[in-house]
Structure formats: C-alpha cells, structure tokens
C-alpha cells in the first residue's frame, strides 16, 4: 500500500498533485519541496494583472500555509532539490539530507532561457514573484524597455508595459511573432496588432551584441541597429529543470519524458508540467506545453495515476493570452497543417483561424473568440473532418459539428 508521496516543486503542477491526492482520499504522507520562499502561486498574471498592480499578493496563493496544515501536507519552501535518484524513489537536499517515499513526482518546472553575453544590472527576466516584484516597480511612464524575443511572454510583458505607458522595443529574430507556431498569416496579425498599439517591432533581427552604459542599456542587432533603452527584458523561451533527475529518460530537445499517464521510465515516478516531454495521444508525437492548463491537467492526472486509478492526460492543448485589451486563445497543434480556414475578419482583430492537416481538425486560434475556441477543443478532440464553408459561415453554428 502507498504510504507517502514526495513532490519535488512546489508550483502550480504541484499544489493541483496535492490537492488532488486529498480529495481523492490519500492518507499517507505529501511533502512539497519548493526552492522559492513563497507557497505555490499562479504564474500567468505575473506577466498581466500583477505586473500591473492590478491583482495582490495574495490573490496569486494556491495553497496558503493553512490549507496545507488542515490537509496535513509537509510544504518545505526554500528548500531547493539537487537530485532526484529516480531508482531509490529519493530526493537529495542541498541541505546534505535525503527523503524517500513510495513514489515521487517530478515537478519542477522550468527557468528562462538566458542569451549568451546579456548579462548586466539592467537585464531582467519574468518566471518567479521577485522577478515580478522588480519589474513592476520599473514600468512606468516613458520609460524605455526593450523586449528580446516576441513569444508569448515576451508579448505579454510588451503589451502590460505599453500599457502602462512605457516607450517599448521589441527585438525578434523570427520573421513574425509566434510564425512558427501559428503560421505567417497570424504572426503578420499579431505583428499588426503590436505595431497599433505603438510598438517598435524589429522582426528578422537578433541580438549580435550588449552592453551598458552608466545611463543605458544597449543592444546591437544583426541589422546593425543600436537601441538604447533603461531595461532589457529577455523573453526567449524556457528551459524544463530536468538537470536534477538521474536515472530517468530525456526526450529529445529537453524535457523528462512521459507517457500520457505521466509515468517515467522508472516504476513509481511521475512527472508533470513544464518540466515534461509527453506523449499525447491524440497527436500521436511528443508535446511540449509550457503553460497554466498544461500544469493543471497533467497535476492532476499524475495524483490519480499515482494512486492507481489509470487516467490519460489527453485533452487538446489550449492556451489563454491577454494582450492590449484583447483576448487570445489557442488550441490543439497547429504543426502539421496544410490549410488554414479563418472565420471573422482578421484585419479587426476579430476572428478564429481553423488549422485542418488531410482535412482533419487539428487546432484554432482566436482574438476576441474565446467561445468558437472552445468548441473547436471539442471539434479537435473529436477528430472531426468538418466542412471548410461551414468554418468560415459566421451564421454556422460550430456546436452543431459535435452531433
């Protein structure tokens, strides 16, 4: 019988593990190990409503420190994992200790990918609270950021500073925000929609060099421009904290690899979240996804496979993003499509693009469409082969596809 469960990480990932493996009766002892020194919060507002001053400290809590004693759940912060010895079912401690326990699950998330030669006391990045915390206190009024890299993060960091009235630069090497992700037709929508708001968008530029001056920080592209600005943010990408576990299976490019139970290639550990490379079944490849629904799902599918009740982490992918006042979702897998419908008028910034491979639904992406998403994560879910004319027909009812 399984008499204790060991989490390394204490973020979103976990505290979902931990809340699930209560509610679905486990008695026996959960300890988190977390190397923040605050309990396990929300990420996505960081770069939104946080960063803005909009939402409090404590409205970011996931498990407050109460919830855990009531729940009898050991939550050891600031406490940072340097081995997880997967065939022992151990974790070893940078304090010189080790735990073990029945079965562990690897959540330890991820860091930002660091640019070689950017480095400076002007150089900041967004993954934790304290990074938020220093970067909320720079946006103000005419200030100068520049953001290197036009993902998702580093667009929602452009976006929360134009909003706040800070002069922006944004350096992206690509030839449009997110191309590869989502196709040349909207990455040159969401390049439009950065260029509206008053961003200066250098696509097709990378950094070549930084430095800093006592009055700037400033970066040369390949384009042989200079900009000058009080702050770089660099937005280029995470990297999964897998360094940590020895005796488990990498996937290519990065990541602990998992099946859709979340299991590893050792008996008894787990692993879930942006730390993960896993399977996905309705894909048939290995997924990497690096956000909120991702960490949510997969915790909450490793507690029950943990506990013995198989359960496939198999969903659609879907992801939110907030940018400019408008809403941006996206789900599915868009990477090997060979037709893209669009349903609305891209040029409002009001519309849903369908992504069909061999006539097959395989994902969408929307502005301002948050409900046609929706339907479409069903739709993908579904293997649905709808018709195109359908798609694009504002006066089609998408819900009647799933009958």
Sequence with gaps: MLES?????????????????????????????????????????????????????DELCLLTPAWCEKNSIDLRLGTRVIAIRAADRAVELADGTAETAGAVLIATGGRPRRLPGVTGERVRYLRTLADADRLRAELRPGARVIVIGAGFIGSEIASTARGLGAEVTVVEQA??????????????????LHRAAGVDLRTGEKVESYRETPDAAVVTTSA??????????????????????????????????????????????????DVTSFHHPLFDRRIRAEHFDNANAQGMAAAKNILGKPTAHALSPWFWSDQFDLNLQYTGYAGDADRLVVRGRIEDFDFVAFYLAGGVLRGAFGMERGGDVA????????????????????????TDLLA
């Design 5 to 57: 469960v060991i989490v390394a990480g204490a973020g979103q990932t976990a505290a979902v593990a931990a809340r699930t493996l209560r509610r679905r009766g486990f008695e026996g002892r959960v300890t988190l190990f977390g190397e923040e020194p605050d309990a396990p919060y929300q990420r996505p507002p960081l770069s939104k409503d946080y960063l803005t001053g909009e939402q409090d400290r």
């Design 175 to 192: 030839a449009q925000p997110l191309g590869a992700v989502l196709g040349e037709l909207i990455g040159d929508t969401l390049a439009a």
């Design 224 to 273: 042989g421009t200079t900009i000058e600005g009080d702050i770089v943010v660099v937005g280029a990408g995470m990297v999964p904290n897998a360094e940590p576990a020895t005796g488990i299976e990498l996937a290519d490019g990065g990541g602990i690899a998992v099946d859709e139970y979340c299991r590893t290639s050792q008996e008894g550990v787990y692993a879930a979240g």
């Design 375 to 398: 339907v479409a994560r069903e739709l993908v879910a579904a293997r649905l082969t709808p018709d195109p004319d359908v798609l694009r027909d504002e006066d089609a009812d998408l």
